[in-house]
Each structure stands twice: as structure tokens, then as C-alpha cells.
């Protein structure tokens, strides 16, 4: 496949955008034309041959604008291989393990007839906004769990099944 790649997201902090680049940055390094949005944003999805979304676990939740998002555009994205993550475990749980991906995901990829998920690790820093993160961080739970060669290996298997 030569066509075009979304990869989009849903973040309260940044950490779930960060993952979406480095997805999209490996998707590009293997060749493919890829382009990174907040799901917010994305406007349509048909002018994409796959799409890749991603969600930040919030309370064993994901976050609001991905589930919007998969609502919005669930009829085009039904006609193209979706691929969906999770980031948000503020603990090493996520590189010890395969973790299942929240009731909401699961739906999604039954749905969807997604083509994969994976849980990445979450990171909340210091600076972070609200204060529930910032009693998180306060209470020595915080940090950064996200295991960025884990994010590249998957999304470069996400490119070798798009090349077949």
C-alpha cells in the first residue's frame, strides 16, 4: 500500500501525542506518508487509506475525543485496517505484560474488526495540569513508563502488514 496514514489521538497531558509522533515517525522511516492530528480535529477520514488511533487511560477510560472520534467516523473507518492504542499505566505493568485493552477498546475493535491494540505506558510529570495529576505525582505514583522501542517495533509491524 502507498496511500496515506492517519494517526490520531486523544491526550490530556501530551504523553499519548508523544507516542502517536513516534508511531508516525516509524511509519514514515518505512515509507509510508503518514499524518499526525488530534481527534478533535480530524474533520473526515476518507481521504486516508489506514488509520491508527490512539487513547489515554484515564481512570480505566479512554479519553473522551478518541471515543468521539471512533463515533464520529466509525462508517470510514469500518472500510479500512484500523489499528488503536492505549497509553496511561503509570507503572511497568504495561512492558511486563500484554495488558487487554479497556471494555470501550474491546468494543471498538470488535466492531471495527480493529487489526491490533496495545496498552503503552503513561507518563505523568511534575508540571502536570489538574489536580487529580498533580495528587498523583504528589503521592510518588507519577513518572515515565513509556517504552518508546515497544512503540516503534509495533508501529513497524503496523507498516510491514500496510507494504503486503
Request: proline content about 4%; overall charge neutral.
Given at each position: 500500500?502507498t496511500?496515506?496514514?492517519?494517526v490520531?489521538y486523544g491526550?490530556k497531558?501530551g504523553?499519548?501525542?508523544?507516542i502517536a509522533?513516534s508511531?508516525a515517525?516509524?511509519?514514515?522511516?518505512e515509507?509510508?506518508?503518514?499524518?499526525t492530528?488530534r481527534?478533535a480535529?480530524?474533520p473526515f477520514?476518507?481521504?486516508?487509506?489506514?488509520?491508527?488511533v490512539?487513547?489515554?487511560?484515564?481512570?480505566?477510560r479512554w479519553?473522551?475525543d478518541?471515543r468521539?472520534?471512533?463515533?464520529?467516523?466509525h462508517?470510514?473507518?469500518?472500510?479500512?485496517?484500523?489499528?488503536l492504542?492505549?497509553?496511561?499505566?503509570?507503572d511497568?505493568?504495561?512492558?511486563?505484560?500484554?495488558?487487554?485493552?479497556?471494555?470501550t477498546v474491546?468494543r471498538v475493535?470488535?466492531?471495527?474488526?480493529?487489526?491490533?491494540?496495545?496498552t503503552f505506558?503513561?507518563?505523568?510529570?511534575?508540571?502536570?495540569?489538574?489536580?487529580?495529576?498533580r495528587?498523583i505525582?504528589?503521592?510518588?505514583?507519577?513518572?515515565?513508563?513509556?517504552?518508546?522501542?515497544a512503540v516503534?517495533a509495533?508501529?513497524?509491524?503496523?507498516a510491514a502488514?500496510?507494504?503486503?
Open positions: 500500500m496511500g496515506r496514514v492517519l490520531t491526550t497531558h504523553s499519548t501525542a508523544h509522533e508511531i515517525d516509524t511509519l514514515r522511516e515509507g509510508l506518508t503518514v499524518e492530528m481527534a480535529s480530524v477520514v476518507s481521504r486516508y487509506d489506514a488509520v491508527v490512539g487513547g489515554g487511560l484515564y481512570a480505566g479519553h473522551r478518541a468521539t472520534f471512533i463515533r464520529r467516523h462508517d470510514d473507518l469500518a472500510e479500512r485496517p484500523v489499528w492504542f492505549s497509553s496511561g499505566p503509570l511497568a505493568s504495561a512492558a511486563e505484560r500484554n495488558l487487554p485493552p479497556v471494555r474491546r475493535m470488535r466492531d471495527l474488526h480493529a487489526r491490533g491494540h496495545v505506558g503513561g507518563c505523568l510529570e511534575e508540571d502536570a495540569d489538574g489536580w487529580p495529576a495528587r505525582v504528589r503521592a510518588g505514583r507519577g513518572g515515565d513508563f513509556r517504552d518508546f522501542d516503534r509495533w508501529a513497524s509491524g503496523i502488514e500496510l507494504k503486503e
